[in-house]
Antibody, heavy 118, light 107 residues
Framework: QVQLQESGPGLVKPSETLSLTCTVS????????WTWIRQPAGKGLEWIGR???????DSNPSLKSRVTISVDTSKKMFSLRLSSVTAADTAVYYC????????????WGQGTLVTISS | DIQMTQSPSSLSASVGDRVTITCRAS??????LNWYQQKPGRSPKLLIF???NVHNGVPSRFSGSGSGTDFTLTISSLQPEDFATYYC?????????FGPGTKVDIK
């Protein structure tokens, strides 16, 4: 079955760019939306954005100017870049597959904690 | 953005209890409402999609209902492995938004 794995630095300095990659295994990456979600410690879930395998993207307006999502279908990976980070961006970042018919998210990666600190 | 609220924010229940969690949207989301379960230190898992469809492998004690702005998740007989936080999510509009969560713990 499909599995997702996030990877990237666990510590990023304020004002720099957070970069994460999600690797897809066990199924094709094509014909799905691939999504990023984050969760600050002890808090709820925030949808960051998504990309279709054609490269079409949507981002949360609250983050839009700072978010870049890209996909490399040949490597079965998609990536998140979040620029000009602050401590408020400290969170566990998840990647997930979005089902096109219902827009539900399944499966999710295990998540990776990114801390913004100097 | 569509705002999602959940009630209660937390509840204590015993094994075998029937548990109902409510999710309300600030405007109609039709039937584009999903439920997720999250255990501490783990990623969320899809339970219910499109209001009432139980995801593959999810026990039949979980059910969902509702439409428009008001939705419920019901656990018919709470089991030890069900103690977790539950989130609703609307996918009717972009950005999709989540409720704040309902934590179910042991009485």
């Amino acid at each position: 079955q499909v599995q997702l794995q996030e990877s990237g630095p666990g510590l990023v300095k304020p004002s720099e760019t957070l970069s994460l990659t999600c690797t897809v295994s066990g199924d094709s990456i094509n014909e799905y939306y691939w999504t990023w979600i984050r969760q600050p410690a002890g808090k709820g879930l925030e949808w960051i954005g998504r990309i279709f395998t054609t490269g079409s993207t949507d981002s949360n307006p609250s983050l839009k100017s700072r978010v870049t999502i890209s996909v490399d279908t040949s490597k079965k990976m998609f990536s998140l870049r979040l620029s000009s980070v602050t401590a408020a961006d400290t969170a566990v970042y998840y990647c997930a597959r979005q089902r096109t018919s219902t827009s539900s998210l399944d499966p999710w990666g295990q998540g990776t904690l990114v801390t913004i600190s100097s | 953005d569509i705002q999602m609220t959940q009630s209660p924010s937390s509840l204590s229940a015993s094994v075998g209890d029937r548990v109902t969690i409510t999710c309300r949207a600030s405007q109609s989301v039709s039937s584009f409402l999903n439920w997720y379960q999250q255990k501490p230190g783990r990623s969320p898992k899809l339970l219910i999609f499109a209001t009432s469809n139980v995801h593959n492998g999810v026990p039949s004690r979980f059910s969902g209902s509702g439409s428009g702005t008001d939705f419920t998740l019901t656990i018919s007989s709470l089991q030890p492995e069900d103690f977790a936080t539950y989130y609703c999510q609307q996918t009717y509009t972009t950005p999709p938004t989540f409720g704040p969560g309902t934590k179910v713990d042991i009485k």
